[in-house]
């Protein structure tokens, strides 16, 4: 849109719904160039991204021309979809339902990249739930435990 500019910068988390139909290292690589090709298309601007068996973080700087749900949307039903057309896991993949998103001022984004590419290291330290939970309150989001992502089943 002319005379429209932007600067909003977004950390979205999506978990795996599913044990048996986790990200694979030996595919994430491609997932995570496949997820940002939606993005990008979409007018976004894809930052980082990286995954871990069980979830997903990529942030991206955000157009604002359509909406952070329709974005997750389109995210999570294209590459759920791209995964099952592959055949790429054992039983069907499907993500968890929901997401998260958070806001990334301009001063913190370096650190925001580094958290998500460093996510195996960080895993070695604590795990996914722990991780989130602290995301959350972070965040200053309270939030109901029923109604929060949870360890794959």
Known sequence: MEHTYTQLIFHALIAVKNAPAQ????????????????????????????????????????????????????????????????????????WQEGYSVFSCSRSMLDSAVKYIANQQAFHQKEDFISEYKQMLTKAGIIYDERYIFHLPR
């Open 23 to 94: 990200i694979e290292e030996k595919w994430s690589k491609d997932l995570h160039n496949y997820i940002t090709a939606i993005i990008q298309n979409r007018g976004n601007k894809m930052l980082a991204i990286n995954s871990m068996p069980d979830h997903l973080h990529f942030l991206i700087g955000w157009s604002g021309d359509e909406s952070i749900s329709d974005i997750m949307r389109h995210v999570k039903r294209n590459s759920s979809k791209w995964i099952n057309d592959k055949g790429l896991t054992s039983s069907t993949f499907r």
